[in-house]
């Protein structure tokens, strides 16, 4: 197994699978992860554009998006195999789209507004074979490089391969984060501040006295529980740097393509009239 030096992506030998264990165990030493966001993009070279720019990670949108099943499984089968964590973001409560994405190529599930441990539980269910969970069996996968695995095996490995995200994104949710951390077969917690904020009555206040209670309770609790926890959400980078400091993960979501492609439209326009106003002169 040969990983490349921090900061780069992670790019694994006969192994593809380890990206989705690397990805954890970045964040739980406290080693940045960076991932760049998919809403718009559709080929592959979004992952691509990803490495070249380093990050470590993708993650797709699928809650507020139309990309397809297999446009995501498709994207993120070049993810992995390029070394890039790759996580998905499913429609609420859209459970049943879980076991293909994890079949297509995706290593991470992030699964939003999650408030109790049973809902927690029924994520996990989907992601997990037996004895962990209730995920249908399958031959082999890209994952293992399509080797013939005894079943037991098989279905060990590709456990330890999926990464479980519980989004946390209402009050009940905070109030439950404790026990849903705790939960066996959730790897990762992360706040969805945006959500959160306006649950809490004060829409895209990050820093409000409500809503850093409610961060500070989940860092707090994640601690407890050994597990890492992501704050997403947040425009202030001064206050997230804050949070991390405090014990939050640095997971970093760098952006989004449509906003990236949106900034970088609006200086090339800028740029273009600027041009035009100095040759005027």
Known sequence: MAMLASGECMQYEGEPWLVARSAIQRLATGTKLAALGVRSSRTADIA????ATGHQAIWIDLEHSTIPIDTAASICAVALDIG??????????EYGVIGRLLDGGVLGIIAPRVESVEEAQDIVAACRFPPFGHRSAVATLAHVNFRKLPAAEFNQVMN?????MILIESPRGIENVGAIAGLPGVDLVGIGTNDLSAELGVAGQYSHPSVRKAHEAAIDACRRAGKPLM???IADLAYNAELIRLGAAPFFFTGIDTDLLLGAARDRLTQAMASLHLQSQ
Do not use: D, N, Y
């Open 84 to 93: 890039l964590a790759s996580f998905v973001r499913v429609p609420e409560r």
């Open 231 to 233: 704050i997403g959400g």
């Open 160 to 164: 330890a391969a999926t990464v479980v």
């Open 48 to 51: 691509r554009i990803a490495r």
